[in-house]
Structures are given as C-alpha cells and as structure tokens.
C-alpha cells in the first residue's frame, strides 16, 4: 500500500513538502515516483527515483521548482515542491514501478493528496 501525506493549501510562492510510505511487502527492485491530476486535464508525471536514490529523474514541469527524494530506512518517498504556482493545484499520487514485473509502467498507485495553491 501507499499513503501519501503532505497536501493542503498554500499561498503562491509558498512550499509544501509531500511523502509516501510504502507499507507492507515490497518489490525487490522498483522506483517510485508522483504524478498529479488536474480538474478536467490528464494525469502528468512530475518526477521519479530508483530506491537506491542514484537515478533521479523529472517531468518538465517539475523541473527547477520539484525535488525528489527517498529515505530507504523509512521506504518512504518525498516530493519538496517550491515557488508554488496556482496551476500547480491537482491531486497528487504516489506510485511504483515494480521492475521486477513491468519495468516502465507504474504498477501502483497511492489514494493522492489534495494540493491547492491560492494565488
């Protein structure tokens, strides 16, 4: 499972800092990453990371601003998000690649937490 924290309002400008625990058992070789889903748009994908946390890598509308990163200990993943916009306002979703599966496709995906940015 993943449960993903983190979300709520903020001004523009402002920063918000999401997470997503996996709980139970885990692929023995994945990546995780967020994706997010606006009001009446497709779901866009914003950033990735393999657990080990030596490849990183980002959407374009992530880059410069969003900042993956995992705590292994914790299997959790973090998404520092800066210099909000109001369009940055979606639903936020965790989610694994089980490479062990189907490498290339995000095999699951967390319930999302609300981000809303008041301009």
């Known amino acids: 499972q993943l449960q993903a924290s983190g979300g709520g309002m903020v001004q523009a400008g402002g920063s918000l800092r999401l997470s997503c625990t996996i709980s139970?058992?885990?692929?023995?070789?994945?990546?995780m990453g967020w994706f997010r889903q606006a009001p009446g748009k497709e779901r866009e994908f914003l950033a990735g990371t393999s657990w080990s946390g030596g490849s990183t890598y980002y959407g374009d509308s992530a880059k410069g601003r969003f900042t993956i990163s995992r705590d292994g200990a914790k299997n959790t993943v973090y998404l520092q998000m800066n210099s909000l916009k109001a369009e940055d306002t979606a639903l936020y979703f965790c989610v694994v690649d089980d490479l062990t599966t189907s490498p290339g496709e995000w095999d699951y995906w967390g319930q999302g937490t609300q981000v809303t940015v008041s301009s």
């Open positions: 139970g058992p885990t692929p023995s070789r994945y990546h």
